[in-house]
T-cell receptor, first 111, second 117 residues
């Protein structure tokens, strides 16, 4: 069974601070996706990383895929209240396009 | 962009009732749909993979007779929770992809909150 552990589980910060969320596994994934989910809604895809060592930027968000394709990180610069939500990493494995979701990081950004 | 619609968004019913949840891909053909369950403040847990025209593949520990999945067309999959009980209360989310290539994003519905009294 593939397991994805995210840390921290919960993060409460003030507007303007930087933060990093980690997603770790002992399994190798063909790709890794990051999602953000708001209460009562489905997850929304932020990015997909495929190549070991790959770095992708989405405005203030920077995503990195580990060299061995077992881990990933999400860094947010100058967090804003609109960044509040549940951040989920998800690893794709096998040939069936199935995803294993991480344990989740709940981010709260206050003014 | 690809849109997945889930209906109903919320349902409250008595114990013993069977509840059907629909998942529709509105602007693309979904060869594969996935059904997830999410407990409060927890992550998504894959329940089953549904391919159009074939039987669903259930994850270990998920009762296929309890959670009936039908994927009769390329735009519709349904999840029926049979004889629902309070422990079946949860947030159920579907997602869909088209084709079988890897590294494509799953398009998620907005979920159905099921509450069994």
């Amino acid at each position: 069974t593939q397991l994805l552990e995210q840390s921290p589980q919960f993060l409460s910060i003030q507007e303007g601070e930087n933060l990093t969320v980690y997603c770790n596994s002992s399994s190798v994934f063909s790709s890794l996706q990051w999602y953000r989910q708001e209460p009562g809604e489905g997850p929304v895809l932020l990015v997909t990383v495929v190549t070991g060592g790959e770095v992708k930027k989405l405005k203030r968000l920077t995503f990195q895929f580990g060299d061995a394709r077992k881990d990933s990180s999400l860094h947010i610069t100058a967090a804003q209240p609109g960044d509040t939500g549940l951040y989920l990493c998800a690893g794709e494995y096998g040939t069936a396009s199935k995803l294993t979701f991480g344990t989740g990081t709940r981010l709260q950004v206050t003014l | 962009g690809a849109v997945v619609s889930q209906h109903p968004s919320r349902v409250i019913c008595k114990s013993g009732t069977s509840v059907k949840i629909e998942c529709r891909s509105l602007d693309f053909q979904a060869t594969t749909m996935f059904w997830y369950r999410q407990f409060p403040k927890k992550s998504l847990m894959l329940m089953a993979t549904s391919n159009e025209g074939s039987k669903a593949t259930y994850e270990q520990g998920v009762e296929k007779d309890k959670f009936l999945i039908n994927h009769a067309s390329l735009t519709l999959s349904t999840l029926t929770v049979t004889s629902a009980h309070p422990e079946d209360s949860s947030f159920y989310i579907c997602s869909a992809i088209t084709g079988s290539r890897l590294n494509q994003p799953q398009h998620f519905g907005d979920g159905t909150r099921l509450s069994i009294l």
